[in-house]
């Protein structure tokens, strides 16, 4: 499965009625203006020519393969066919969509198995009405796991990193209620997260000595036990097994003071022990241009940071930033190159 520079990217619009069919087109239309590199959307060419035609952005849009979509690209948007059909009706999320949505994933996923597509890059999904037709994962992040596992016949642990201009955090545990964190959390989970991190770090991003912060989970790091035992119970171990494994890690640290700039300074990544003491820094710093990027599979993964956006969908004002963001983040990462 070669992920070559000389690929495109396979990018899917995910929920067609949100806002990812336009900012596709968007993403497209500023090509060489921000240096975004050659991709082809998994998607329902008609969908995408009435999106376009909504929001007033006039495009070319041509139905090819993968295998064309570089010769494509300089001259109109190459668009491989789904089988399932879009109706485009921003803001009106409908289960309708499911078959498409999940086969655009799908199709994505087997490019770059094939060798004909050097990564997938996801436009936002929706899950309701993902699991209103029977969908049977969280969302994005699991399905691509389970996918990739079932190729390799082996389990995938798939780790979720937001990557900004000036800040990567990786948090441990996601999408789950704050008072399920402490149970939650484990030294074995924190290590397997820590150390893909740094593998991938080192092996797609080009960084030779990955260095981590990790996070305490209580306010100061739980001041020597006086604020809760569990950054002495399990963070701590934690750190020292990381160390003791040959990588660069220090903690637990107080979250209040780890992204300020001479913090960040310090380290690469930072892994955080709970949704938003990860999420809240990177989108602070960048709130148009994080990535979301899911390391641990066998393939490049990237997305942009922010969701369907239903409220705008359609009315022309969705910035392509963090997409655009999201496929350069992409090429460098199959390039093996520092982002």
Request: glycine share 8%; with cysteine; aromatic share 6%.
């Amino acid at each position: 499965m070669p992920n070559s520079p000389e690929l495109p990217l396979a990018l899917t619009t995910g929920d067609p009625s949100g806002i990812g069919p336009e900012i596709a087109v968007a993403a497209w239309l500023r090509r060489s203006e921000a240096g975004v590199p050659p991709f082809y959307l998994v998607s329902d060419p008609d969908l995408v020519a009435a999106r376009a035609a909504r929001v007033g952005q006039p495009v070319d849009i041509e139905a090819t393969t993968p295998e064309e979509a570089i010769s494509t690209f300089s001259r109109s948007l190459p668009v491989v066919p789904l089988a399932a059909r879009f109706a485009d009706r921003p803001g009106a999320a409908d289960k309708a969509n499911a078959a498409g949505i999940v086969e655009a994933i799908d199709r994505a996923v087997d490019h770059t198995f094939s060798g004909i597509a050097a990564a997938v890059v996801t436009c936002p999904i929706a899950k309701k009405p993902l699991y209103d037709a029977g969908f049977g994962f969280p969302g994005h992040t699991e399905y691509l796991a389970d996918l990739a596992g079932r190729r390799l016949g082996r389990e995938v642990f798939p780790v979720m990193m937001l990557a900004g201009p000036d800040l990567r955090t990786v948090p441990v545990t996601i999408h789950v209620p704050l008072s399920h964190v402490p149970h939650l959390l484990t030294p074995d989970l924190i290590v397997r997260t820590g150390e893909i991190v740094a593998a991938e770090l080192a092996g797609r991003l080009a960084i030779s000595a990955p260095r981590l912060a990790i996070a305490g989970l209580n306010p100061h790091a739980g001041e020597d036990g006086a604020m809760g035992d569990e950054d002495e119970r399990i963070v701590r171990p934690a750190v020292e097994r990381l160390r003791a494994r040959g990588i660069d890690a220090i903690g637990p640290l107080p979250a209040d003071t780890m992204f300020h700039p001479r913090a960040r300074a310090g380290y690469d990544a930072a892994l955080c022990m709970y949704h938003d003491q990860a999420l809240i820094p990177a989108k602070t710093l960048a709130f148009d241009e994080a990535v979301n990027v899911t390391l641990g599979l066998p393939f490049v993964r990237t997305s942009p940071d922010h969701g369907t956006a239903f409220d705008i969908a359609g009315k022309g004002v969705a910035r392509p930033d963090s997409l655009i963001a999201a496929l350069k983040l992409a090429r460098a990462m199959t390039a093996g190159r520092r982002s």
